[in-house]
């Protein structure tokens, strides 16, 4: 593994928690977003993700820098998956660990907020009726988050 | 020559993944004008523009080699 990637296969959360554990951390977060069956009313069947594989690894990579600036001795690791995802499965793990766990709650939920504004990722929801690529045209579900 | 690349559903729209183009020393906002009249159905303006895996600024200028993706907005997570 690798501590910013971006992966085609199920993802193990452990992997990433156990990456970024330390003799000087008291705290570990470890944050999985989920495919969810219904948002807003409508039955998703599965997800499609999509990634500009490269460009994203790098962006996963400058948020665990802007990160472990911010919150001082916060380590951290995120892995994406892309391709066809069923419910329930894990779409984006992030794990953070820190001296305390006021930080590692923060810069995990942080991780989460910058992911969704400059990682190259794209997220196309599969519903019995049709289909769409969200945040891409604003027609259906908003497709808030995980 | 600049190499274009296409994602989600601009991909969808232009029908292709990857194009070349002749456009060194144009400035980013040129290529996206040029992109608005060969694909009209992008209007959106929504999508960004990377040139070399990083977000550009409208008046970066390209050289050729480089590489340049359309972003539409992302919805990783």
């Known amino acids: ?146 | 020559m600049i190499s274009l690349r296409y994602f989600a559903g601009l991909k969808e729209q232009t029908g292709i993944s990857e194009e070349q183009v002749d456009m060194a020393g144009k400035t980013v906002e040129e290529l996206w004008q040029w992109a608005n009249e060969k694909y009209p159905e992008f209007l959106s303006g929504a999508a960004r523009l990377a040139v070399n895996e990083e977000y550009a600024l409208p008046t970066d200028v390209l050289a050729s080699g480089d590489v340049v993706a359309f972003i539409p907005p992302v919805s990783g997570g």
């Open chain 1, 1 to 146: 593994m690798k501590a910013f990637e971006i992966v085609t296969t199920q993802i193990n959360p452990q992997l990433y928690a156990d990456f970024v554990l330390r003799p000087e951390a008291g705290a570990v977060t470890l944050f999985t977003g989920h495919v969810r069956e219904w948002t807003k009313g409508v039955r998703t069947m599965y997800l499609s993700y999509e990634a500009y594989i490269p460009m994203a690894e790098k962006k996963l990579a400058q948020i665990g820098e802007e990160i472990e600036q911010r919150w001082e001795g916060t380590k951290v690791a995120i892995a994406h998956r892309i391709g066809e995802l069923q419910i329930s499965d894990i779409a984006v793990v992030i794990a953070v660990s820190s001296p305390h766990r006021k930080s590692a709650y923060e810069a995990n939920e942080y991780a989460i907020e910058r992911i969704k504004e400059i990682v190259p990722i794209w997220k196309k929801e599969i519903w019995e009726d049709g289909e769409e690529w969200i945040g891409d045209q604003k027609k259906k579900p908003e497709g808030e988050s995980v």
